[in-house]
């Protein structure tokens, strides 16, 4: 998979020590290498890191398959149920606003976020698969 600039969170640490063993398997040296050209400044990860001998800061590549918006996931719901189901979703993806970018695909929902809605569905009574309107493969930033 290949990784570009804008897939990168804003006040990502990018790294550039050539001289770290781990260089080839960390996602903040890979992204420091999507650097464009005209970039002048960025946060940056210093040489102390290897002081220790292990980078406290190494991020391991890896992908994960986010769910890209679940505006369907509400056309089988009662209409009772509907409004509960959305304010505590709501409340765990820390608001309306958040909410809505969630919804309407413009964040995308980790692995573990796609698990804590469908079992909220469950508790609810519905236990079919719960199906998110995409998914997408990305590179893991954060342990969320």
């Given at each position: 998979m290949k990784l570009t600039y804008q897939q990168i969170p804003y006040g990502w640490a990018f790294c550039f020590l050539n001289q770290c063993a781990r260089k080839d398997?960390?996602?903040?040296?890979r992204a420091g290498l999507t650097i464009p050209d005209d970039c002048d400044t960025a946060?940056?990860?210093t040489p102390t890191v290897l002081k220790g001998?292990?980078?406290p800061l190494f991020r391991k590549m890896e992908t994960i398959r986010?769910?890209?918006?679940?505006?369907?996931?509400?056309?089988?719901?009662?209409?009772?149920h509907a409004p509960y189901l959305r304010s505590k979703i709501t409340d765990y993806l820390g608001g309306n606003g958040t909410y809505y970018r969630y919804l309407h695909g413009e964040r995308a929902l980790t692995p573990e976020q796609q698990e804590w809605i469908c079992d909220l569905f469950r508790e609810y009574g519905y236990n079919e698969n719960i199906v998110f309107d995409a998914y997408e493969e990305r590179f893991r930033f954060y342990d969320d």
């Open positions: 398997e960390c996602l903040r040296y946060n940056a990860v001998g292990t980078c986010v769910a890209v918006g679940f505006e369907h996931i509400f056309h089988d719901v009662k209409a009772r």
